[in-house]
């Protein structure tokens, strides 16, 4: 029986591939974050916080779900969540970069695994509060929320 020297397993190759491409998807998102200035034909791209776009984020939700006075406590409960998890982003991108020169390879990947369960978190408690504010909403604006979450968070990732 021939034993291969240096034949790599293929759960060692799926486990490298996928950290490869959560590292990929991390980069991605942080690039997302850089909007454009406010002078078109400028080349100086302006980042904006975690913060600042739920603040943005949420100004666009609530004029498109057309949020009633009747629903404002369930709305408020729901943008707290939303401020307190880009919160959370915030703190742990500032801390990212705050160490990413030091960082060896190993340390990188475990300040994306705690950025990932960070959003894992934060989606766990922004879930039902959307939940009972949905659970609230007329049918006109339960049809404008599956759109808009249909669409993806700017509106132009259409899912099948």
């Not at 904006?48 to 779900?65: F, G, Q």
């Amino acid at each position: 029986m021939k034993k291969k020297a240096n034949r790599v397993s293929r759960p060692a190759i799926h486990m490298a591939v996928m950290a490869l491409f959560l590292a990929a998807i991390f980069y991605t998102g942080a690039n997302l974050s850089i909007a454009s200035s406010a002078d078109p034909g400028s080349s100086t791209k302006v980042r904006r916080s975690p913060v600042e776009r739920t603040e943005a984020r949420i100004k666009d939700l609530e004029t498109a779900l057309k949020i009633t006075p009747e629903q404002q406590g369930l709305w408020k409960a729901l943008t707290q969540v939303m401020r307190d998890n880009a919160k959370t982003l915030e703190d742990l991108a500032k801390a990212r970069a705050d160490k990413s020169k030091e960082m060896n390879a190993v340390e990188d990947l475990k300040s994306y695994s705690q950025f990932a369960q960070a959003q894992v978190e934060g989606l766990k408690k922004y879930i039902p509060a959307f939940e009972a504010l949905y659970n609230s909403m007329s049918n006109e604006q339960k049809k404008n929320a599956d759109v808009l979450f249909k669409m993806g968070r700017h509106g132009k990732h259409k899912r099948k």
